[in-house]
């Protein structure tokens, strides 16, 4: 049988094109977090202007809560829309027919309907006419900003808060 040699990369070679490959998959890997990470890091994120707040509740009449909501962000906050236990206070609605606010202008807030625009540090007061509710349950209370700014607080039927 015969014995033929094979030709192949000389061991040396080998080794400097496995460090070449590494060391370029090192810096491909070093570019990619670092520019991910800068990116991240540097702006600082979009920084949230539009926050509320609920001061106070008063739900001592079982059908009608009144609902302090003070604006805490850094610009106005419109508000657009008020669900009760989920379900929009409007006409119509069994659950929540209607919202209405308390001399929203002595208080810093324009509107006395739907959209209601508070300043910073301002606050509404907007009460809610709800079907009757039984003492001592709790109920949730959704105010969405025109932007789309959630923002949910509890209230306790038969008291205050």
């Known amino acids: 049988m015969k014995m033929t040699a094979r030709r192949a990369v000389d061991p040396i070679i080998a080794t400097l094109l496995l460090i070449a490959i590494s060391v370029a998959a090192g810096i491909l890997v070093y570019v990619y977090v670092n520019s991910l990470s800068g990116g991240l890091t540097a702006s600082g994120g979009q920084q949230i202007s539009e926050q509320a707040s609920m001061d106070s509740f008063n739900f001592n009449t079982l059908t009608a809560p009144?609902?302090?909501?003070?604006?805490?962000?850094?610009?106005?906050?419109?508000l657009n829309a008020v669900y009760f236990?989920?379900?929009?206070?409007?006409?119509?609605?069994?659950?929540?027919?209607?919202?209405?606010?308390?001399?929203?202008?002595?208080?810093?807030?324009t509107g006395v309907a739907l959209p209601v625009t508070c300043s910073t540090g301002e606050y509404v007061a907007m009460t809610l006419t709800t079907a009757a509710q039984t003492a001592g349950t709790s109920h949730i209370v959704k105010v969405i900003s025109i932007t789309g700014g959630t923002y949910v607080f509890s209230v306790v039927a038969g008291r205050t808060g």
């Open 66 to 78: 009144v609902v302090n909501i003070r604006d805490t962000g850094g610009s106005s906050t419109p």
């Open 85 to 109: 236990d989920g379900q929009p206070c409007q006409a119509g609605n069994v659950v929540c027919t209607a919202v209405s606010f308390v001399e929203p202008a002595t208080n810093g807030c």
